[in-house]
């Protein structure tokens, strides 16, 4: 969540004050914490786009419709204000000394599933399904409201949040859940799935264990076709993938931008939904030049949180174009997979310590495709795992939509 506090007064308290000591958690591991109800934790936010213009006006796009990734930075607010709630009680009082501090982990997926309609009202709401000893699944849920409609949910969603001891920085333990309904017990096995397949997936990330058999033979019928190019490039270079086909290490974008303290957090690091906003759109970016054309977002498909990003640090984002495939029985002319780093860059040596991997993906519909789509084509070995990575995350991604469309 963003820091209500004003940066002056935080840099003078530091420079004239004594530094107070944090709140110790008194929490020891052996002792049971009082366990919450599932509703107890629900909190929403209600965006008004039908009856005020002037919000409007601030969340619009240039061809007129909702700019995701400002939403993104509510979710990400939204889900770290249900952790806080679910820990301290529906009436939270003071986070500072609480004892304990909750970052985001990972966030497992945004599926959109329904274009946003800018004329009716925008609510984002969400709760605590799952809890393990120090982790909680939080799930997250836009919905289009008013106009004399019935509600539709437009995106579904899942954040993984961490609770830490403010003076140890080790796990501290969370408040468990009391169930009380059948739908409650739902969620509960839900969250419990999730978690479990992430802890797979995890198992069988290609940077553990080698692709499956099918997977090797879909790769190489790719170096078959592409990777043998028979043209050379203009100047004799290197190997042309072919008219309609890009090497992916030749759709790289990216920026560098510097972390000013207006976009910190409570914990004074940049605040994580202003990161997921600054990668979505150089993502928006890349897979637009890529297609030519205006694409859709369809998919968060995961983001990684391996560090925070400090105040007035340089953070560089390099965004690339990882798979691309023809999905023309789902409506779509093309699906792109993006993948974003975020690096924090130290200005005294020049090394690199990335801190966040995000994975998006947008499609363009057949009604407004680019007559002369292109395909990207993996070079390199690590290239191609990426490929793969993000073939698997479009087909979960089909599976989910197809799912809801049932």
């Keep these: 969540m963003r820091s209500r506090s004003l940066w002056s007064e935080t840099l003078l308290n530091a420079t004239t004050k004594p530094q107070l000591k944090e709140a110790k958690d008194e929490t020891k591991d052996d002792v049971p914490l009082a366990p919450r109800y599932m509703h107890e934790s629900y909190s929403e936010l209600v965006l008004p786009f039908g009856s005020?213009?002037?919000?409007?006006?601030?969340?619009?796009?240039?061809?007129?419709?909702?700019?995701?990734g400002k939403l993104m930075e509510h979710l990400?607010?939204?889900a770290g204000s249900i952790a806080y709630k679910h820990m301290l009680g529906p009436t939270v009082v003071n986070i500072q000394n609480s004892g304990f501090y909750i970052v985001t982990a990972s966030v497992d997926r945004l599926d959109m599933l329904s274009p946003l309609d800018p004329t009716r009202d925008l609510r984002l709401s969400g709760q605590v399904i799952y809890t393990g000893r120090s982790s909680m699944e939080v799930a997250v849920k836009m919905e289009s409201t008013g106009k004399g409609l019935?509600?539709?949910?437009v995106l579904i969603g899942r954040f993984s949040m961490v609770c830490r001891n403010s003076t140890t920085h080790r796990a501290r333990q969370v408040n468990p859940l009391a169930l009380t309904t059948p739908e409650e017990r739902s969620l509960h096995l839900l969250g419990e799935h999730m978690k479990q397949r992430r802890q797979s997936s995890a198992l069988k990330s290609l940077s553990r264990v080698p692709p499956s058999s099918e997977e090797a033979e879909e790769l190489h019928a790719v170096y078959l076709k592409h990777g043998q190019g028979k043209e050379r490039v203009e100047g004799g270079g290197d190997l042309d993938p072919g008219v309609d086909h890009v090497w992916m290490g030749?759709?790289?974008?990216?920026?560098?931008?510097l972390m000013f303290p207006q976009e910190r957090n409570i914990h004074q690091k940049i605040f994580g939904g202003y990161l997921m906003r600054l990668a979505y759109e150089l993502g928006f970016a890349n897979a637009s030049m890529f297609t030519r054309g205006h694409v859709r977002f369809l998919s968060l498909d995961g983001i990684s949180f391996a560090r925070p990003v400090p105040i007035g640090s340089i953070l560089r984002l390099r965004s690339q174009i990882l798979y691309t495939t023809e999905a023309a029985e789902a409506g779509y002319a093309i699906l792109v997979h993006v993948g974003v780093k975020a690096n924090v860059v130290d200005v005294k040596?020049?090394?690199?310590?990335?801190?966040?991997?995000?994975?998006?993906?947008?499609?363009?519909?057949k009604e407004i495709?680019?007559?002369?789509?292109?395909k990207v084509v993996p070079k390199t070995y690590r290239e191609a795992m990426l490929w793969l990575e993000g073939k698997r995350a479009i087909e979960l991604g089909a599976e989910i939509r197809g799912l809801r469309t049932k």
Excluded: H, M
């Excluded at 019935?150 to 949910?153: A, F, L, R, V």
């Excluded at 030749?250 to 931008?257: A, G, N, P, R, Y």
């Design 76 to 78: 990400d607010s939204l």
């Design 52 to 68: 005020s213009s002037e919000l409007l006006e601030q969340y619009t796009n240039a061809s007129g419709g909702i700019r995701t």
């Design 250 to 257: 030749d759709t790289v974008l990216e920026k560098c931008l």
């Design 150 to 153: 019935p509600d539709e949910t």
């Design 349 to 365: 040596t020049g090394q690199e310590q990335t801190t966040n991997d995000f994975r998006f993906t947008w499609c363009q519909d």
């Design 369 to 374: 495709a680019s007559p002369d789509l292109r």
